[in-house]
């Protein structure tokens, strides 16, 4: 069956300009996370949903990051004004459920902010 | 304090090597536990779930101690193709990851 997809595979931008990222989860999973990681280094969790709710948006980094998901489905992630440190792996990940169930990760979106 | 710690290694193995890798986690509540694989530049993948009774998957045996607060991954006779992070992660909740241990398997 189909996995997560993630669009667009790369990104490159320039500082300043916003971007939008794109998850499209496993059909039926009701949970979906954001993760960002830089190289070499491990998963920093950014926002989960539960249906189209965010309960946690704890590791939201600023102001500039936010995320909406619609239909239950498809998922957003929007970085205003990009800057440099924003450059990233940004992965997303679907669960059946949230809190017990494991999670199947997309190929991620790799951004690089010039 | 992190919520789930792994030793971030390098292990570098033999082929054949058996080698083992833990996860300790603070939260007592945690109910599910799995070990996820990540290859270079790649997204993490499910490697298999950690039950309480322990559980094998060919030459991958997961543990549980509850008592300790820890996981645990077995590799018995690795092969190169072994070569990976891997990652923990801890659920009671919301999951929690662990930052890696990474392996690298020689001939």
């Known amino acids: 069956g189909a996995g997560v997809s993630q669009s667009p595979s790369n990104k490159v931008t320039e500082k300043g300009k916003d971007v939008e990222l794109r998850c499209d989860p496993i059909?039926?999973?009701?949970?979906l996370y954001w993760y960002r990681q830089s190289l070499g280094q491990g998963l920093e969790f950014l926002i989960y949903?539960?249906?189209?709710?965010?309960?946690?948006k704890s590791g939201l980094p600023s102001d500039r990051f936010s995320a909406e998901r619609t239909g239950g489905s498809v998922s957003t992630l929007t970085i205003q004004r990009t800057q440099q440190e924003d450059s990233a792996v940004y992965l997303c990940?679907?669960?059946?459920?949230?809190?017990?169930?494991?999670?199947?990760f997309g190929p991620g979106t790799r951004l690089l902010v010039l | 304090r992190k919520e789930v710690e792994q030793d971030p290694g390098p292990f570098n193995v033999p082929e054949g090597a058996t080698v083992a890798f833990n996860c300790t986690y603070s939260?007592?509540?945690?109910?599910?536990f799995f070990w996820y694989r990540q290859d270079c530049r790649k997204e993490p993948k499910l490697l298999m779930s950690?039950?309480?009774s322990g559980n094998e998957d060919g030459r991958f045996t997961a543990q549980l101690n509850r008592a300790s607060q820890y996981i645990s991954l077995l590799i018995r006779d690795s092969k190169l193709s072994d070569s990976a992070t891997y990652l923990c992660?801890?659920?009671?909740?919301?999951?929690?990851f662990g930052d890696g241990t990474t392996l690298t398997v020689k001939p």
């Open positions: 990940a679907s669960s059946r459920d949230h809190g017990s169930d494991a999670q199947y």
């Open positions: 059909s039926g999973h009701t949970a």
């Open positions: 949903f539960q249906g189209n709710s965010a309960p946690d």
């Open positions: 939260n007592s509540a945690s109910q599910s």
């Open positions: 950690v039950y309480s």
């Open positions: 992660a801890v659920c009671e909740g919301k999951s929690t």
